[in-house]
C-alpha cells in the first residue's frame, strides 16, 4: 500500500464510474493488504466509505469552488477532489494543508500536472472557507436541501417523503450516516452461565457488548476489529446477524417438528435461527440460486452444529410440484433493492434506479406465485426484504392477499412489547432511526385450510 490515498481514488472510481460494490472493492483491497498497520486499513476504509456516502454533498461544494462543474471533470481528478473535500470537511486528524499538498502530488504522479494548480486552488478555496459554505435552504426547497444534507439521490428522497412523511424520513437519512453497532445473535439454548462466560470472553478482546432492547439473545459489539477472530464464533456460539432478520424466524411463530422452506437463504443467517428454533427436530430446507451461495451456506452450517437442515441449490423462479404444499412455513427472504441498508452499504443509494425498483417487484411476485404453492393449508408464508419500497413490500404483500388463499395475520403475539402495536396487522416496516435495526419489511400470511393453490 504505497500511497493510502492514491488507493482510495482508485477504489473511489471503481465505486462510482464503474458501479463496483463498495464493500467488495473494500474487502478485496484490505484482504491483499492485510500485512498493513491496522491504523492504515481503518483510514483507508473511512476514507473510502464516507467519500462514498457523502459523494453528493461533496459534489455539490466542488460545484460553488470550481468553474469546471464535477460532471465534466476527468475521473481521476473527480475522485481525487471527492476524497480530499472528505478530509477536508469531516476528518478533523488531517491537517487542511497536507490533504491539498498530498492531492497535488498525487495529480502530478498520475500524470496531470498541467491540472495541479486547479486541484491545488480548488482546494485551499475550500479549506478557507469550509465555515461558510451555503447548503440549498429546506424552506425553497426541501427535497433538494435533504438531497444535498444527507447525500441522497433527489428521486429518493421524494420517494421516502411520500411514502413515510418528513418525521421518519429525516430520522431514516440521518442514522444511514451515523455508525451503528454489529449485532450478534447469541445461541438461544446457552445458559445463563455460558452466556456470561461468552460475553466477558469477548469483552476481553476490548469490545464493548450490550444487551439490545428487543430479544433477549441480541447483542450489540463495538469496537471488534475482525468478528470472525472472537471467541466463540469459531465454535458456533453466536453469529453476526441484524435484529430485523432474527425477528423474522420469531414472527413464523415456528413450532418443534416443523418443515420448513427458505427459498432464498444464502448466506443462511435465517434457515440456521430457524433450525434453532426447531431444537433439533423438524427439518429447514434451505435454497439458493448458485453453488457459491450454497457453499457460504454450507459453510456457516458446519459452523454452527447444524444438523437438521438440508441444503441445495434451486432456482426459486422455477416451479418445484414436488414442494408442493408440503411446508408448515415458507421464508421468502427475497432478493430486493436493499434501501433499509444504505447505512452499510452506502453505495446502494446510487445503484438503485426508479425502473430497477419496478423489476424487483415482478422478481419478487415471479417468486411469491411459488412460494405460495409449497405452503401447506394452514400453513405460515412470510415474507420479508432489507427494503423500505412499499412496491416491493406492502404492495406486495397485499397483492399475495388478494391472488392467493392468504390472509395477513397478527406479528403482535411475536413481537417485543415496543413493536407490537406496529405489527398487530400482519406487516412491519422497520426504519433505521425509528427503530434500533435495520430498515426491513416483514409480513406473515397464513394460508386459509382446505384451499389448493
Ligand atoms: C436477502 S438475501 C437472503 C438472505 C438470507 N435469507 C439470510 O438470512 O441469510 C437474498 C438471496 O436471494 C438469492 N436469490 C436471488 N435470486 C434467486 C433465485 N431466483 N432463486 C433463489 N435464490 C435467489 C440471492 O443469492 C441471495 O442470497
Redo the contacts with the bound molecule.
Sequence with gaps: MENIRELAVDMLSEIMEEGSYCHLVIRSVLQKYNYRDSRDKAFLKRLVEGTVERCIQIDYVLDQFSKVPTVKMKPFIRNLLRSSVYQLLFMDSVPDRAVCNEAVKLAGKRGFRQLSGFVNGVLRNIARNKEQICFPEEEKDLVKALSVKFSMPAWLVEKLLKEQGEEKTRRMLEAFLQTKPVTIRLKEDLSASEKERLISAIEKTGCKMSAHPYLPYAYCIEGAEGLLALPGFEEGLFQV?DVS?ML?CECAGIREGDRIL??????????IHAAQKLKGTGLVVS????EE?TALIRENQQRMKIQNMEVSE????IFCEEDKEVYDVV?A????SGLGIMGKKPDIRYHAKKEGLESLKA?QRE?LKNAVSYVKPGGILLYS??TINQGENEENAVWLTRQFPFGLESLSPYLPEVLKEEGKDGMLQLIPGVHETDGFFIARLKKQENKQT
Design positions: 446477524q432478520s423474522v427458505d427459498l432464498c437463504a444464502a448466506p443462511g443467517g435465517k434457515s435454497r439458493d440460486i448458485s451461495k434451486g432456482d426459486a423462479r421464508l427472504d427475497l432478493p430486493c422478481l417468486i426484504t432489507c
